[in-house]
């Protein structure tokens, strides 16, 4: 990457590792997994994700209704895995949308 740009990317970087560390996942609490997929089936919900400058540089990035309910019917799935006491909190969400 050329300079300034490599610094956007690198800031962009660190700000998303910030939230998720995939490297330490592992010595993630269950109360810290509950935050992430919930704020995961948020993001994902508002259209917040992937953001919006994003999205103009990489086209494919868009995500359809169908990878949208893909993605948030797989962060209830992975509460409820773990067993979270949240998990019937985040999956609710998702039952109303289909009731509607």
């Known amino acids: 990457y050329i300079a300034p740009v490599s610094w956007l990317v690198a800031k962009d970087v660190m700000e998303g590792r910030r939230h998720v560390n995939f490297t330490t996942w592992n010595q993630y609490d269950a109360?810290?997994?509950?935050?992430?997929?919930?704020d995961?089936?948020?993001?994902?919900?508002?259209?917040e994700m992937p953001l919006w400058f994003y999205v103009p540089l990489h086209p494919k990035s868009k995500l359809s209704e169908t990878d949208k309910n893909i993605l948030k019917?797989?962060?209830?799935?992975?509460?409820?895995?773990?067993?979270?006491?949240?998990?019937?909190?985040?999956?609710?969400?998702i039952e109303d949308e289909h009731d509607d």
């Open 31 to 38: 109360d810290r997994l509950a935050d992430i997929f919930d």
């Open 40 to 47: 995961l089936y948020d993001e994902i919900d508002d259209g």
């Open 73 to 93: 019917d797989w962060a209830v799935q992975a509460a409820a895995d773990i067993n979270l006491d949240e998990n019937a909190e985040i999956g609710s969400e």
